[in-house]
């Protein structure tokens, strides 16, 4: 049973259909180590062992790598924002990284500056 607030962000893509890199609330643990997930006022379900967790809220743009063989890299591109890219933890936009070894990036979408987190790539 779950007692504090969580946040989760996909490592891979899959038949959940939501995007990597994005956080999002854990409402539940579901059956079969499924966490819920609320993903735009509804409830998604997600296998834990694709999620990543924190016990904060995100403070720092996820990078998102894409390998270029994969759709994910194709949808990318063709957004304008090519196959590596940064989310914002803030609003869950993506956008392009530049520089390429930014330190902190201000989100076009919701004006908001956060570092970005190299580290933990997804």
Not at 55 to 83: F, Y
Not at 97 to 121: H, K, T
Request: charged share 25%; net charge positive.
């Amino acid at each position: 049973m779950m007692t504090a607030k969580q946040w989760a962000r996909v490592r891979y893509a899959g038949v959940h259909g939501l995007r990597r890199g994005a956080w999002y609330v854990v409402v539940a643990e579901g059956k079969a180590g499924m966490l819920v997930l609320s993903v735009s006022k509804r409830n998604v379900p997600v296998p834990r062992d694709q999620l990543d967790l924190a016990g904060e809220p995100p403070t720092h743009w996820s990078i998102v790598e894409w390998k270029a063989s994969e759709r994910g890299a194709q949808r990318a591109s063709e957004a304008g924002i090519g196959p590596t890219y940064a989310v914002c933890p803030g609003c869950r936009a993506r956008a392009r990284i530049e520089p390429i070894d930014a330190v902190s990036m201000v989100c076009l979408e919701c004006g908001e500056e956060f570092s970005v987190d190299w580290e933990r790539r997804c």
